[in-house]
C-alpha cells in the first residue's frame, strides 16, 4: 500500500537577517516527501509578527502572499500505478519590512499531513531586523554635446584641426 512520508528540509530557525525598511526578502526550504504515496500538508504563519511574513503563491510574486496555504507532493517513486512527481515541495516564505526598524518574530507551521509516520506538526521560527533604509545620492547628467562619444562615431566625424592663426582648415 502506497504512503507518504513528510521530511522537512530545515534544521532550526529561519533567520532573514538585516532587511531595509520597505525591502522584501525570501527563504525557502524543502519538504520531501520519501513515501511512495501522494503527500498533502499545509503551511501557515503564525506569531507576534505574522503579518509581516506570508507564505509564496504558485504564481512565484513576492507580493500576493497568503498566510496559509496547502501542498500536494507526488512521490519522486510511487508504488502501483500512482503519478511520479519530483517528491519535493518548496516553501517560500516572504518578508517585508512594513514597519519601524526593530526585531520581528514569527513561525511556520507545517501540519495536516497524511504521512503515516512521524511528527503531526514541525514549527520553525522567523526572524528578522528593519533597518533603516540607505539614502543613495544620485545626479542626472545630460550631455548633448557630443563630446562623449565613444567608439567609431568619434572616428568618423573628427573635428577640423585649428592653424597657428585659429582658422580652422578641413
Not at 5 to 34: K, L
Not at 49 to 78: C, H, K, M, W
Not at 141 to 160: I, K, W
Amino acid at each position: 500500500m502506497a504512503a507518504a512520508a513528510i521530511n522537512p528540509q530545515q534544521s532550526g530557525p529561519i533567520s532573514f537577517g538585516e532587511v531595509q525598511q520597505g525591502f522584501r526578502s525570501v527563504r525557502r526550504f524543502n519538504v520531501v516527501n520519501a513515501g511512495s504515496g501522494p503527500l498533502i500538508f499545509s503551511a501557515r504563519i503564525a506569531g507576534a509578527d505574522a503579518a509581516l511574513f506570508g507564505l509564496q503563491l504558485e504564481s512565484g510574486s513576492i507580493t500576493d502572499l497568503a498566510a496559509s496555504r496547502n501542498y500536494n507532493v507526488d512521490p519522486a517513486s510511487p508504488c502501483g500505478p500512482l503519478t511520479a512527481g519530483s517528491g519535493t515541495a518548496i516553501v517560500a516564505i516572504v518578508f517585508h519590512a512594513a514597519q519601524a526598524p526593530g526585531s520581528v518574530s514569527a513561525e511556520v507551521i507545517i501540519e495536516n499531513h497524511n504521512a503515516t509516520a512521524g511528527q503531526a506538526s514541525f514549527t520553525f521560527a522567523l526572524g528578522a531586523t528593519i533597518v533603516q533604509p540607505v539614502d543613495v545620492d544620485a545626479a542626472l547628467v545630460l550631455d548633448r554635446s557630443g563630446s562623449m562619444a565613444e567608439g567609431r562615431a568619434a572616428e568618423q566625424n573628427p573635428r577640423p584641426a585649428s592653424t597657428p592663426g585659429g582658422c580652422l582648415r578641413n
